[in-house]
């Protein structure tokens, strides 16, 4: 099991340092999420800063993209990594889409995501081999790639997508056409064994593949130190009156602390939050551990269920670095 880094929310002239010190410190990727900053520029500055470094979004909002856009920056990164870059894309929701970016909410998400993978992958093989370009489906057709706008073949063409979700149907859309899936931070050891990852093998034999082939990164809340437990609380407490997000809280039966939290988000009480979230829900949403042996907390919750693992809060050189050279070296050797 991989330990990777999140990338902080900082400008642009603040990401190499940082990336430098993730590839010292032993971090196997860093991931740039889509928030306050395009989450595609710091992948440059890691492409040309870093030699062995991953990195990747995660994620990258697709549905406020077209598929040539999300291609071309894929393969200029992919180009100058040689190889080191993943594509993370989330569909987002409804709101954000139409709100916020002003672009059209599908009839179908799990449809209209499969598309733009199809038409990235019609992309790169266009120009990587220099076929003809026709991609015809019911939200795009992709028939024109003169010369000129072809970027032409690159080392490494295989660039691997992965699909972040919380339910089954994007899981399943993962085992079918992805090559990874991004696990939402709000999720449960027993929601990944009952819930995702059945879905992800359903996906994967649907389309005669081996679910193993699908690399899973997790994203995971710990309380390692006394500051922790508020913060751990308030993100949890916002996911969990997210009504998309509900079928965790269903699995555990805690539908009805699900829709007090809905209805204080809904009236604005997020300070009320927190203190609907119990030990038991605390305890089964976050890893919660002493330092020295979070690694070894980390290991025992995750391991067979996941490849990849990163914890919510971001990666910042000089700020405590001692957990952090803890944490690597923890999950190196175990």
Known sequence: MDLDAVLPLVPLDEVEPIARAAEDVGFKALWSAETIHDPFLPGAIIA???EKLRF??????????????????????SQASNGRFILGLGTQVKAHIVR???????DS???KLREQIGAMRALWQSWQTGERLNYRGEY???TLMAPFFNPGPIKYPDIPIHIAGVNTGLARLAGEVADGFLVHPF?????????????IAAGADLAQRVDTEINLSATVFVVAEPEDEFFVRSQLSFYASTPSYRPVMALHGWEDTAERLSGFAARGKWEDMPSLITDEMLATFAVISDRDHLPQSLVTRYEGL????????P???GERDEFWDVMVDGIDRL
């Open 48 to 50: 040309v800063k870093t």
């Open 315 to 317: 990666y910042v050189p």
């Open 187 to 199: 999720h449960s050891r027993e929601y990944l064994q009952q819930v995702l990852r059945p879905a």
């Open 56 to 77: 990747g979004t995660s994620i990258a909002v697709s549905f406020a993209r077209s598929p040539t856009t999300l291609a071309y920056s894929a393969w200029d990164l």
């Open 140 to 142: 795009y057709k992709l």
């Open 100 to 106: 916020r970016f002003g672009m059209p909410w599908p």
């Open 109 to 111: 998400v799990v449809g």
């Open 306 to 313: 996941v490849d990849r693992v990163s914890l919510y809060k």
